[in-house]
Each structure stands twice: as C-alpha cells, then as structure tokens.
C-alpha cells in the first residue's frame, strides 16, 4: 500500500524556558526573568541556580571577561547539568534551553522525556505561561481595536518622556 499523507505526528506544544545569568536575581526567563518563589522549583535546585549565578560574576575579571578557561568550562558543564535538572523537574512540555558565554560553546537545549518531576514547578510554569499568553492576546486585542492608523508609543513614568517608533529618544539637554 502506498502512503497516502493521512499519517499524523502527535504534535506537543513545548514553551522554551531559557537560563543565564544576566541580574535579574534568577537565572530562569520567559519572556521575563521569572523569580524563584514563582517558578516551584525544589529549594535544592533553587539554591543550586542561585550559587551558579553567584560563582559566574565571581569567575569574571573587572572587564567582565573570565579570569580562566577553567572558571568558563566549569560554567558551562554546571549549567548543561542544571538545565537537566529544570527540565526533569518541569517535565516534558518544557524545554529548557542553556546558552553559555563560555567562547564558542553551542547553545545546550534540554528536554525531558517524562512527565514533570515536581508538579509544583510544572504547575506554577504552566500559570506563568497562561499569564503570558493571556497578556499578548489583550496586546493583540488593543492592536485590533486600536485600528490600522495606530502607533505604539512607551511612556517613561519617572521622566514623564513619550517615546515613538518614527521619534529619537528624548536627550539630557531636550528637558526641562
């Protein structure tokens, strides 16, 4: 019998949870830094996140280079070994991806193939994410509702400055 395409893959939706470093006092992100008390991960692999982050900047020079190649191969192979942790603890519907600032090492995406170790932690991404989802479809809404002569703007609270896409940024010397 010859293939005639009514064959389907079972087609999961994964969400990318994406882990560095980058001050945001938790090295777990969407597209936002998601902070530790929400994220229900375990409290060991909490602290373990946590004390990765802290020996990164204490393996950086002044110049935010690494002091050695040592202090960038032990980052990498700690963070490859806790992005495997994120992911078995989140389960198979996330996958959890691991970008090092070591020089020239690939981008590391890990995926597991259970179902979530920890249902707390799967649960709390999973509301983060409907929360997410939520906040783009009301952007997508205003978008619609706004009309096709629009323009986005971002408004600064603390300076009061009103920034647009067709408009430089506000300089030092332009206020008051």
């Not at 530790?36 to 935010?64: H, P, T, V």
């Not at 806790?82 to 519907?93: K, S």
């Not at 783009?136 to 978008?143: D, F, I, P, V």
């Amino acid at each position: 019998m010859l293939y005639d395409g009514a064959m389907t893959v079972e087609e999961r939706k994964t969400t990318t949870v994406r882990m560095f470093p980058d001050y945001g006092d938790t090295v777990l992100w969407l597209v936002f830094p998601v902070d530790y008390e929400d994220s229900g991960l375990s409290s060991e692999l909490i602290s373990q996140l946590d004390a990765w982050e802290r020996s990164y900047y204490q393996a950086l020079d002044a110049d935010f280079n690494w002091k050695s190649a040592e202090n960038a191969r032990v980052f990498t192979k700690t963070g490859i070994d806790l992005a495997g942790q994120v992911a078995n603890e989140l389960g198979e519907e996330y996958v959890v991806e691991f970008a090092s600032y070591e020089h020239a090492a690939p981008t590391y995406t890990v995926q597991s193939r259970r179902p979530a170790d920890n249902e707390s932690a799967a649960a709390a991404f999973s509301t983060l994410v409907a929360e997410l989802e939520a906040e783009e479809e009301r952007a997508s809404q205003l978008a619609a509702e706004a009309g096709p002569n629009a323009r986005w703007t971002a408004f600064a609270p603390l300076s009061g400055d009103v920034f647009t896409p067709e408009s430089p940024a506000p300089q030092p010397e332009d206020r008051d």
